[in-house]
């Protein structure tokens, strides 16, 4: 008896493990685009910060597909280093010759990223050099949430979120 089980769970084993012929293949699907893996989308702007709110709003372009649940990044470009862009996580302190500081940061609803100088109320404007106010460059990236956690993505390292940022 104890052979006749044996001889039958290698019969079903042999009989479940067996592949008939290959079908018809399926109707071709749309094409792709081939390369790596894009999850993020981004958009870089270049404004000035004029008085007297020092910010601006830029919209989030239509093919960018945006859900509520993505995160929205901005980087500011602060410089060039061996022909490489240098880019920095807003808020972003920057510290100026009079001693006093400033920050850029941003704010987003839905379609609309601001982008602003926050200063302490006692901040002088006027001391602000035309480098920190005028022909700013800032990188908008909309990456979803759930990627981001569940690849441990340290969004404050640009460098590790630009491979998933399809250009």
Not at 47 to 69: G, H
Request: some cysteine.
């Amino acid at each position: 008896m104890k052979n006749l089980y044996s001889l039958l769970t290698v019969f079903s084993l042999l009989f479940i493990a067996c592949e008939g012929p290959q079908g018809i293949p399926g109707p071709p699907g749309s094409p792709g685009q081939d390369g790596g893996v894009f999850v993020a989308q981004s958009f870089e702007v270049t404004e000035d910060f004029l008085p007297p709110s020092y910010q601006f709003t830029v919209e989030v372009p239509l093919d960018i597909e945006l859900f509520e649940s993505d995160m929205v990044l901005v980087y500011h470009l602060v410089g060039i280093v061996d022909g490489f862009d240098v880019w920095r996580i807003l808020p972003e302190t920057v510290y100026i010759e009079t001693g006093e500081e400033f920050q850029y940061n941003y704010e987003h609803n839905f379609d609309f990223v601001t982008i602003y100088i926050d200063a302490p109320a006692t901040f002088n404007f006027n001391d602000l050099l035309p480098s920190e106010t005028l022909g700013q460059t800032f990188r908008v990236v909309v990456l979803p949430v759930d990627f981001a956690i569940d690849n441990n993505i340290d969004v404050a390292n640009f460098d590790e979120v630009l491979p998933y940022i399809e250009n």
